[in-house]
């Protein structure tokens, strides 16, 4: 079963899997000259001259400054690379890099503030960029398009955008934006597939998920969650697809403590399990209105704020559970309401502990 969750989860992530990624950039020639022109000499361009020493063979690890100068003019890795180099404060010299075989990641690094130097690299399978506590831009991965695995950029509290992944259409596993001072996604916005899961979370200051517009799939999990000043869900508009129906999927939107509604889901039409529980601040399930059709089971519990159930109008299917409960708020006559429009299932009813209202006329299906 593949789950997506929007909520407050206490999980982090840093995901230990075998994928992850980085990049950088800088001219080191040995010449005299003090040239400052913008000709391919200068000291401040790469020089393609210098990048004579073809495909460092095996993986590669940086853990001083002295470890970038040894890897300069070397135009690919065959395995891994790692910059794990808390004195850094440039990869200029890595300028000559042009793809990693394996993953890169780049974690504490605690003075590097960009990652020029990388900026020739498009072609990773995995990259991971995280706990770079000074890093305020990650503009030097603008070369890369693609993942074959997952990007993770987490942890890096200075961040507060992520252009530098302007390039980046699709990831072949997971992605995960997490910890930082983002203030929007903007840096997304030509990313059209997830193949596993996407994870966003931790993001204190980030409002909406404008920049995510041309996504249209997750292949299985979809979780937004303690993004403490998230009020909607606005920029997910083009997402039509999360698990899809042969894989199935889990939906889970929970501890938004902002979340007003669920505008932002509007082509959504089909998920496998929809659970909506404890966002304080919910009062409807606008953004759902394309939402057709739960596979298997909808849930929407511990929501103190919910007083109606609109924006699930063109429901029609569930396919075995629904279950609607401890939402104080929520007239009893809503769930009946919404039970006469569903033409096809459940099996199983369980309604409880909302607001006890006596409805009239009683609708036919009223549990």
């Known amino acids: 079963m593949q789950e997506i969750i929007i909520g407050n989860d206490t999980g982090g992530d840093t995901d230990s899997d075998s994928d992850s990624d980085s ?29 004579t020493l073809g495909t460092y063979s095996g993986s590669f690890e940086i853990n001083t400054q002295s470890d970038v100068a040894t890897l300069a003019g070397y135009t690919s890795i065959s395995v891994d690379l790692t910059i794990d180099c ?9 300028f000559c890099l042009t793809s990693v075989g394996g993953f890169m990641a780049i974690y504490d690094n605690a003075t590097l503030t960009n990652l020029d130097g990388l900026n020739g690299i498009t072609s990773v399978d995995a990259l991971w960029v995280f706990t770079n506590t000074a890093l ?44 930082s001072s983002l203030t929007s996604l903007d840096g997304l916005g030509s990313l059209t597939t997830v193949g596993r899961d996407m994870r966003i979370n931790d993001n204190t200051v980030l409002t909406s998920l404008v920049g995510l517009g041309a996504l249209t799939s997750v292949g299985w999990n979809l979780e937004i969650f303690q993004n403490t000043v998230l009020t909607n869900l606005v920029g997910l508009g083009a997402l039509s697809t999360v698990g899809g129906i042969s894989v199935g999927g889990i939906f889970t939107i929970y501890d938004n403590p902002a979340l007003i509604n669920l505008a932002g889901l509007d082509a959504l039409t089909w998920v496998n399990f929809l659970e909506i529980y404890g966002n304080n601040s919910l009062t409807n399930l606008v953004g759902l209105n394309s939402f057709t059709t739960a596979g298997w089971k909808l849930e929407i519990h511990d929501n103190p704020a919910l007083t109606n159930l609109n924006g699930l109008d063109a429901l029609t299917s569930v396919g075995q559970q629904l279950r609607i409960y401890d ?20 099996t199983t009813i369980d309604v409880h502990d909302n607001f006890d209202d006596s409805c009239t006329p009683v609708p036919a299906n009223c549990p």
């Open 327 to 346: 939402n104080p708020a929520l007239p009893d006559c809503e769930t009946c309401d919404l039970l006469d429009q569903i033409t096809s299932g459940p």
């Open 136 to 179: 305020t831009n990650i503009d030097g991965l603008s070369g890369i398009t693609s993942t074959s695995g997952n990007l993770v950029i987490s942890g890096n509290t200075a961040l507060t955008n992520i252009d530098g992944l302007s390039g980046v259409t699709s990831i072949g596993g997971n992605l995960r934006i997490a910890g």
């Open 86 to 94: 808390p004195s850094c404060t440039d990869l200029n010299e890595l």
């Open 23 to 51: 990049d950088g950039d800088v001219d080191t020639d040995a010449d005299g000259d003090s040239d400052t022109d913008s000709d391919s000499d200068s000291d401040t361009d790469s020089d393609s001259s210098e990048c």
